[in-house]
């Protein structure tokens, strides 16, 4: 992921007012991000514990998006839609995005189930377990690398429709 700074970051979000822009609390150690190891960057506002944010670039321009965390917690194991990770042992959570432009404004939303962190980036980054001989375990993590992108931009572009 390319880096961001400040005013990018808050420029980029398309579901959001004015004042919720203004309103948006950084994520924690923003300055020191290590945006090489990330495919997103998400975060929980620290001051609204049920909101998040999440900004990816797509055809670059970086593109944010303000997530609502469901208040009921994911009972059941379930799988991130994003890195589809079915090994760790993360908490996935259900948000919600109001849906850019004209629909948002009817109130659309589009929900997707997603590690309660946000720890996808890291999460696919993790070399897999060897399936068989001959398994190139480097190209399969590359692959879940691309498809976590894919998965990021696909939601992203979802709520701008």
């Given at each position: 992921m390319r880096p961001l700074d400040d005013r990018v970051l808050r420029a980029s979000f398309i579901n959001a007012t004015r004042k919720e822009v203004s309103d948006i609390s950084l994520p924690p150690g923003f300055a020191e991000i290590?945006?090489?190891?990330?495919?997103?960057l998400g975060w929980t506002d620290p001051k609204l514990?049920?909101?998040s944010y999440v900004v990816v670039w797509i055809d670059d321009v970086a593109t944010g998006v303000v997530l609502q965390r469901a208040e009921q917690r994911v009972i059941a194991r379930a799988q991130c839609s994003w890195c589809e990770d079915v090994t760790l042992r993360n908490d996935v959570?259900?948000?919600t995005a109001r849906k850019a432009g004209p629909a948002g404004r009817k109130g659309d939303t589009i929900g997707n189930l997603t590690c309660a962190e946000f720890g996808c980036s890291k999460?696919?980054?993790?070399?897999p377990p060897l399936a068989y001989q001959g398994y190139d375990r480097e190209?399969?993590?590359e692959m879940r690398i691309l498809k976590l992108q894919e998965h990021v931009q696909a939601f992203v572009r979802?709520?701008?429709v």
């Open positions: 290590d945006f090489d190891t990330l495919d997103y514990p049920r909101r959570q259900l948000y999460n696919v980054r993790v070399l190209l399969a993590r979802a709520v701008a």
